[in-house]
C-alpha cells in the first residue's frame, strides 16, 4: 500500500479533493493523509471521506512538535505552511509509521493531479534501491535563472522509513524551523532551497527522477518535443502540477500561472488543464452540496510581478500581448492570442538579459 500525504487549507479545499479523487482512480491501493489547516476543511474532509483518506488536524500536529507550534510567531502565515513541509511527513512516520505500515511517505503538493499510475515512481525508487526521490525542476535554457530558487522542487518528494529517509526529513525540518522564510538569503529560499545539497549529503540513497511525466508543470513543460506523441491518452504524463492555476469569477476566467514562463498553445492545453478544470468543478460542486455557498475563492488576475519583479503595470502590458488568463467556453480554454502567448517567458527572460 502506498501512503501519501499533502496539506491544505479551505482556498484549496476543492484542489485537494480532485487530487485525492485522481489519486483513487490510478492508485487504487493506496491512502491519502491530509493535515487539514483550518476546522471546515476537516470537517468537509471527514465527511467525504473513508478508508482511504486520513485527516488529522493541525492542532493534533502542534501538540506532538513544539519546536513547530512555536516557529509561527516569527514567520508568515506562507512561511509557515513552507516549514510545515518537512514536519508534516515526519509526524506521521513518527505518529503512525509502525502501526499503519508505511514502508515510506510520499509528499504531493495539494495542486497536483494524477493522470496514470504513479508505479513508475516507486518502482524507480525501488530499483535504485533510493531512500529519498526529488524531481529536478526542468527548467528550459530561459528560465535557468530560476535555479536560485532551487534545483529541484519540492512538489514531489518521497522518503522511505529507514535511518536514511527518516535522518533526512530530520535534518530538513532542523533547517526549515531554524529559517524557512520566503525570499533568497545566504543560499537559502523557504524549504525548497536545501534540496540542492541532497545530491551530495545522500548520495546512493537520493534517486533524482528523470522521467518528464512525472511533475510535469508550467515551468518545463516548454522543453519537451511533444510532437506527435499522444501524452495524455498513452499515459506519459503521470503527474501534472498545476502552480498558480486558479479561477476568477467563479470558474469562467482562469488565471493560467503560466506568464512567466509561456502560455501553452491550445490543444495541449485543452487536453491537460481541461480535465483538471472539470475535476476542480466538480470538487466545488461536491462541496457546496455539502456546504452551501461554497464557492472558489476570489484571488483577482493580477500576478503582482511575482518573482520577476515586474511593477503591475508591465504585468498588465504582458497579459494584453500574451494572455495568460484564460477563457472557459464549454470544455475548452481560449487564450485568443493565437499561439502567441507560448512565447512570453522567452521574451521576458530576454527581457532580463537572457541571450540563448
Same mark, same amino acid.
Given at each position: 500500500?502506498?501512503?501519501?500525504?499533502?496539506?491544505?487549507?479551505?482556498?484549496?479545499?476543492?484542489?485537494?479533493?480532485?487530487?485525492?479523487?485522481?489519486?483513487?482512480?490510478?492508485?487504487?491501493?493506496?491512502?491519502?493523509?491530509?493535515?487539514?489547516?483550518?476546522?471546515?476543511?476537516?470537517?468537509?474532509?471527514?465527511?467525504?471521506?473513508?478508508?482511504?483518506? %486520513?485527516?488529522?488536524?493541525?492542532?493534533?500536529?502542534?501538540?506532538?512538535?513544539?519546536? =513547530?507550534?512555536?516557529?509561527?510567531?516569527?514567520?508568515?502565515?506562507?512561511?509557515?505552511?513552507?516549514?510545515?513541509?518537512?514536519?508534516?511527513?515526519?509526524?506521521?512516520?513518527?505518529?503512525?509509521?509502525?502501526?499503519?505500515?508505511?514502508? %515510506?511517505?510520499?509528499?504531493?503538493?495539494?495542486?497536483?493531479?494524477?493522470?496514470?499510475?504513479?508505479?513508475?515512481?516507486?518502482?524507480?525508487?525501488?530499483?535504485?534501491?533510493?531512500?529519498?526521490?526529488?524531481?529536478?525542476?526542468?527548467?528550459?535554457?530561459?528560465?535557468?535563472?530560476?535555479?536560485?530558487?532551487?534545483?529541484?522542487?519540492?512538489?514531489?518528494?518521497?522518503?522511505?522509513?529507514?535511518?536514511?529517509?527518516?535522518?533526512?526529513?530530520?535534518?530538513?525540518?532542523?533547517?526549515? !524551523?531554524?529559517?524557512?522564510?520566503?525570499?533568497?538569503?545566504?543560499?537559502?529560499?523557504?524549504?525548497?532551497?536545501? =534540496?540542492?545539497?541532497?545530491?551530495?549529503?545522500?548520495?546512493?540513497? =537520493?534517486?533524482?527522477?528523470?522521467?518528464?511525466?512525472?511533475?510535469?508543470?508550467?515551468?518545463?513543460?516548454?522543453?519537451?518535443?511533444?510532437?506527435?506523441?499522444?501524452?495524455?491518452?498513452?499515459?506519459?504524463?503521470?503527474?501534472?502540477?498545476?502552480?498558480?492555476?486558479?479561477?476568477?469569477?467563479?470558474?469562467?476566467?482562469?488565471?493560467?500561472?503560466?506568464?512567466?514562463?509561456?502560455?501553452?498553445?491550445?490543444?495541449?492545453?485543452?487536453?491537460?488543464?481541461?480535465?483538471?478544470?472539470?475535476?476542480?468543478?466538480?470538487? %466545488?460542486?461536491?462541496?457546496?452540496?455539502?456546504?452551501?455557498?461554497?464557492?472558489?475563492?476570489?484571488?483577482?488576475?493580477?500576478?503582482?510581478?511575482?518573482?520577476?519583479? %515586474?511593477?503591475?503595470?508591465?504585468?498588465?502590458?504582458?497579459?494584453?500581448?500574451?494572455?495568460?488568463?484564460?477563457?472557459?467556453?464549454?470544455?475548452? !480554454?481560449?487564450?485568443?492570442?493565437?499561439?502567441?502567448?507560448?512565447?512570453?517567458?522567452?521574451?521576458?527572460?530576454?527581457?532580463?538579459?537572457?541571450?540563448?
Amino acid at each position: 500500500m502506498n501512503h501519501y500525504c499533502t496539506y491544505f487549507d479551505r482556498g484549496f479545499l476543492a484542489q485537494g479533493l480532485a487530487l485525492w479523487r485522481s489519486l483513487g482512480k490510478h492508485d487504487l491501493d493506496s491512502v491519502l493523509w491530509v493535515l487539514a489547516l483550518d476546522e471546515f476543511t476537516a470537517d468537509v474532509l471527514r465527511e467525504v471521506g473513508g478508508t482511504w483518506l %486520513r485527516v488529522v488536524t493541525l492542532a493534533e500536529v502542534e501538540a506532538g512538535d513544539a519546536e =513547530l507550534a512555536a516557529a509561527k510567531a516569527n514567520r508568515t502565515r506562507v512561511e509557515y505552511f513552507f516549514t510545515l513541509s518537512p514536519c508534516w511527513p515526519r509526524w506521521l512516520l513518527e505518529k503512525h509509521g509502525a502501526r499503519a505500515g508505511m514502508e %515510506r511517505i510520499t509528499y504531493v503538493d495539494a495542486d497536483m493531479f494524477f493522470f496514470a499510475s504513479p508505479a513508475v515512481i516507486f518502482e524507480a525508487m525501488d530499483a535504485a534501491k533510493a531512500s529519498v526521490l526529488v524531481t529536478p525542476h526542468r527548467f528550459p535554457p530561459w528560465l535557468r535563472r530560476y535555479e536560485r530558487h532551487g534545483i529541484f522542487n519540492v512538489g514531489l518528494l518521497s522518503f522511505r522509513n529507514d535511518a536514511a529517509g527518516r535522518g533526512c526529513l530530520d535534518d530538513w525540518r532542523d533547517r526549515c !524551523l531554524a529559517w524557512c522564510y520566503d525570499r533568497l538569503e545566504d543560499g537559502k529560499y523557504a524549504d525548497q532551497k536545501y =534540496l540542492d545539497a541532497w545530491p551530495a549529503r545522500l548520495g546512493a540513497a =537520493l534517486l533524482v527522477l528523470p522521467e518528464e511525466g512525472v511533475n510535469l508543470a508550467p515551468w518545463n513543460w516548454g522543453e519537451i518535443d511533444f510532437g506527435q506523441r499522444r501524452w495524455v491518452d498513452d499515459g506519459e504524463l503521470v503527474l501534472f502540477h498545476f502552480a498558480r492555476f486558479r479561477p476568477v469569477n467563479g470558474g469562467r476566467r482562469w488565471v493560467s500561472g503560466q506568464l512567466e514562463y509561456g502560455v501553452m498553445p491550445r490543444k495541449l492545453r485543452n487536453a491537460i488543464y481541461g480535465p483538471y478544470v472539470r475535476a476542480l468543478s466538480a470538487a %466545488r460542486d461536491e462541496i457546496a452540496a455539502r456546504r452551501a455557498g461554497f464557492d472558489f475563492p476570489e484571488r483577482g488576475e493580477g500576478a503582482g510581478g511575482g518573482r520577476a519583479g %515586474r511593477t503591475e503595470w508591465q504585468d498588465r502590458a504582458m497579459r494584453v500581448v500574451f494572455g495568460g488568463t484564460w477563457l472557459r467556453v464549454g470544455d475548452g !480554454l481560449w487564450n485568443l492570442r493565437g499561439g502567441i502567448g507560448r512565447w512570453s517567458g522567452r521574451v521576458l527572460a530576454w527581457a532580463a538579459g537572457w541571450r540563448g
